[in-house]
């Protein structure tokens, strides 16, 4: 097998296209020569990589298409294999990147003002529910003291019976929720 540079490829087929970089560590890569019968592969010339295929190509062109067409692990080493090309693509890339970084730290900035905030309110929130509780106790007990006064007096007494339906015709009232006894659900922090 004879390894030869892209240069020997050129003269051999003059219509190769140019060949790439490893598309795995960045390195220039080599077109090698098989002989009887006469096949073609492209080799990575960084001795660690191992990227590339056997001469199995019956031409020079054909297996420089093939090893142009790979793809790797390159921009993962930074963009090597492709620095200094600006390509439509890679501005585009540059763009969406952009916009998705702007983006991020636009949420992460939103997220970080609301639990500021939620850690502001909490106190307020918990005072307000002790408050509103207090008031609820309050009602009861007013109410308490004066339900004995409301039933011994037949107008309230049906009024009070109109407030509550199905208990005037003698039907039990379905059950009803008092609002003032439903506690708030706060979701605290711990």
């Known amino acids: 097998m004879k390894t030869t540079g892209h240069a020997a490829a050129d003269q051999t087929a003059p219509s190769t296209p140019a060949l790439k970089p490893c598309p795995f560590c960045s390195s220039r890569a080599e077109v ?31 297996a420089v298409k093939l090893w142009n067409r790979r793809s790797g692990s390159a921009s993962s080493v930074g963009g090597r294999a492709t620095r200094g090309i600006s390509t439509a693509r890679k501005r585009w890339a540059s763009r969406k990147n952009l916009e998705l970084a702007r983006r991020a730290k636009k949420i992460m900035r939103i997220k970080s003002e609301t639990e500021y905030a939620i850690a502001q309110l909490r106190p307020v929130r918990q005072a307000e529910q002790i408050r509103l509780e207090c008031l609820a106790k309050r009602s009861r007990a ?7 006064q409301i039933k011994a007096d037949p107008v309230l007494s049906r009024m009070l019976a109109m407030l509550k339906p199905g208990q005037a015709d003698g039907h039990p009232a379905p059950p009803v929720k008092d609002p003032l006894a439903v506690k708030r659900k706060f979701t605290t922090a711990p």
């Open 32 to 62: 090698i020569t098989a002989y009887e019968p006469t096949r073609y592969g492209v080799w990575c010339s960084a001795g660690d990589c191992h990227g590339g295929f056997l001469p199995v190509h019956e031409t020079c062109v054909e």
């Open 142 to 148: 007013r109410l308490a003291n004066v339900l004995p």
